[in-house]
């Protein structure tokens, strides 16, 4: 069974910068798209960036392009979300997920099947 665990959120003023980190375990998630989504309350789940299992396509919104940057280390499992110059807007609560690959990686939630427990982002202004 595949469990992640994120780690790395907190608080920061606009501006800043935060480093999200999410440890995978469990059989064939080297194969498998692997992304970060954010939830606000009172908003929908939103694919913020996802990457494909090499790691050589990636897709951000664009409310994050230039800003968010998604890697991944399959020798170690993990999949990181550095996130710079931070808006309050990108205050929400961060989800690492994984999916089934099936020649894309997209920011549909409803394509991943395993998600992690979450990590809240807050940037005040």
């Known amino acids: 069974q595949v469990q992640l665990v994120e780690s790395g959120g907190g608080s920061v003023q606009a501006g800043g910068s935060l480093r999200l980190s999410c440890r995978a375990s469990g059989y064939g998630v080297s194969r498998a798209c692997m992304g970060w989504f954010r939830q606000a309350p009172g908003e929908e789940r939103e694919g913020v960036a996802v990457t494909s299992p090499s790691g050589g396509s990636t897709l951000y919104a664009d409310s994050v392009k230039g800003r968010f940057t998604i890697s991944r280390d399959n020798d170690e499992n993990t999949v990181t979300l550095q996130m710079n110059n931070l808006k309050p807007e990108d205050t929400a609560m961060y989800y690492c997920?994984?999916?089934?690959?099936?020649?894309?990686?997209?920011?549909?939630?409803?394509?991943?099947?395993?998600w992690g427990q979450g990590t809240q982002v807050t940037v005040s202004s």
């Open positions: 997920a994984t999916g089934p690959y099936f020649g894309i990686c997209t920011r549909r939630s409803a394509d991943y099947s395993r």
